[in-house]
């Protein structure tokens, strides 16, 4: 009970307790926190968490969260940090902003405030700088009530709130910028299937008591972007991982053979597109025309010199009659997967797949196959 008592505050100890702690050494001291420490990590836990003294001084109902150290260091948790950081850093360039620690600086709500402002397009009605705690608190308010404003309609679970965030949060502020990167189409690959153990401290009549929970960060791309409709693509890949060759042998065969006569040739769809030049020459190539140099990237260097490349081949693909891609798709009636895999039966709606230039720039070998599928149905029989 002493190494507990020790790590409360000495105001609400009873009088002969704060006697008996000021008589201590100081080593003393030290050894009642580690008992104090000792106390809340249970053997029973499957690693020791390195709580602080501070993290033990709770309320009554109170609790608190940290990640288990080894959480910590799991590759693909150190990924998802620094692509988000990454993503920060490009998309405020031109603010001058750099994010080098996510809890450190974005607690306060001024990036936050100026991240939402650039990929929202509007301004924000907030003070530009506050040093109090309260008119940080009242800034983040306004930027979460605007982030709110953009997710709820579509369906997004808030797991972040003003408290969480102020508070360095680690958790909160990950689940809030991989929404924002989803809802925003960031031209970023985030890490699948991301999940930290997480350590949640209780006090419960006067006694500490904690419990391990496991947080998913992320899940899938597309679950992540909301694309709970299946396609022929989504099954072909899911249960008919053996036909998956056939069908990327056959366009690999349609695009070559037109592709052949600039002497380019394909023998990787996944990477071969991403950059758009392939997709531009070869809608030049089925429409026959020629398509200035001028109008698209011949040797792309940037990201989103290839993104202009990918919406570029879009467009001259809806000026030769196909649909614009969709953000979703909206129920398409699949009737086999065998339909795909033999390639000649045209009979799915083709406005129906959904694909973006950044999931095609992305590397996004659906989006990809779905794009080549759209034109192998409609020119399979150009020569």
């Not at 002493?2 to 050494?25: A, D, E, N, T, V």
């Not at 009530?145 to 997004?156: F, K, M, Q, S, T």
């Not at 990167?181 to 008591?209: C, D, N, T, W, Y």
């Not at 000649?344 to 196959?369: G, P, R």
């Amino acid at each position: 009970m002493f190494g507990l008592m020790s790590l409360l505050p000495l105001h609400i100890c009873k009088p002969h307790i704060y006697f008996s702690l000021s008589i201590f050494s100081f080593s003393s001291v030290s050894d009642l926190q580690e008992e104090g420490k000792n106390a809340i990590n249970s053997p029973m836990n499957p690693s020791a968490v390195d709580i602080h003294p501070e993290d033990t001084l709770l309320e009554e109902n109170e609790e608190r969260t940290m990640i288990d150290p080894n959480s910590k260091e799991d590759p693909k948790f150190k990924e998802l940090i620094k692509v988000l950081i990454d993503w920060i850093n490009d998309v405020l360039v031109e603010e001058r902003i750099i994010v080098k620690q996510l809890e450190e600086d974005l607690y306060d709500g001024q990036v936050l405030q100026k991240l939402l402002e650039k990929l929202a397009d509007r301004k924000l009605n907030v003070a530009e700088v506050t040093q109090s705690e309260i008119g940080q608190k009242q800034k983040l308010q306004t930027v979460l009530e605007a982030v709110h404003d953009l997710l709820r309609p579509h369906g997004w679970t808030i797991k972040w709130n003003v408290d969480s965030i102020h508070g360095k949060n680690l958790i909160s502020i990950l689940h809030l910028l991989v929404a924002l990167a989803m809802h925003f189409r960031a031209p970023i690959r985030l890490p699948e299937h991301v999940s930290v153990q997480v350590v949640v401290v209780r006090k419960r009549e006067g006694l500490l008591q904690t419990t391990h929970v496991t947080e998913e960060l992320t899940t899938t791309t597309e679950m992540m972007m909301g694309r709970f409709e299946r396609d022929a693509f989504d099954t072909l890949f899911d249960h008919a991982p053996d036909k998956l060759s056939v069908v990327k042998k056959s366009l690999i065969t349609f695009v070559n053979k037109h592709l052949n006569k600039l002497n380019l040739e394909v023998t990787e769809l996944e990477t071969q597109f991403a950059d758009g030049v392939y997709l531009v020459l070869l809608m030049g190539l089925l429409e026959d025309y020629f398509v200035p140099l001028h109008n698209f990237y011949l040797t792309p260097e940037s990201f989103d010199q290839k993104v202009h490349n990918v919406s570029f081949a879009f467009e001259l693909m809806q000026d030769g009659g196909l649909k614009k891609p969709k953000a979703r798709p909206e129920g398409m009636d699949i009737t086999c997967v065998f339909e795909l895999w033999q390639m000649m039966d045209n009979k799915m709606q083709i406005e129906d797949f959904s694909f973006s230039s950044t999931d095609v720039v992305n590397l996004d070998l659906k989006s990809t196959l779905r794009v080549l599928y759209n034109l192998f149905t409609k020119y399979k029989n150009v020569e």
